[in-house]
């Protein structure tokens, strides 16, 4: 009869997995997003102003092409538009969340810059 070898005692490493080819551990990757256009009966209509199809398009309008009277026709205490928008029709309840927070077109035009970079 041979004797068996008894189980290794050498625990799991706690380490984490490390990228194949480098010293570096791999880092969890979220998907990238992809850029989301409203079909065109659910494009956002400024007040006076452009009409906006995706973030993209949003963030442009924040920056350049909507004045302050504008930004407030639709951001009030009451409501926001403009996150109502993105969670029900883009579908980005976390852009939606920060924008709801917005009280001006600089802090708004931040949320949307934010997102926009974090899609593809």
């Known amino acids: 009869m041979s004797p068996t070898k008894p189980p ?7 380490k984490p997995a490390r990228a194949p080819g480098t010293s570096k551990p791999a880092s969890p990757r979220r ?3 992809s850029l989301v256009d409203a079909p065109p009966d659910k494009a956002f209509w400024v007040n006076f102003g ?3 199809k995706n973030l993209r398009e949003l963030r442009d309008a924040l920056a350049d092409g909507m004045s302050d009277e504008q930004f407030a026709h639709h951001v009030t205490g009451d409501r926001n538009d403009f ?11 976390k852009c939606a969340k920060a ?11 931040r949320v949307v810059a934010a997102s926009v970079r974090m899609v593809r």
């Open 50 to 52: 452009p009409v906006i």
């Open 99 to 109: 924008l709801r927070k917005a009280r001006s077109r600089a802090e708004a035009l």
């Open 8 to 14: 290794s005692k050498r625990a799991a490493s706690s």
């Open 83 to 93: 996150a109502s928008w993105v969670d029900h029709v883009l579908g980005d309840a």
């Open 31 to 33: 998907p990238a997003r």
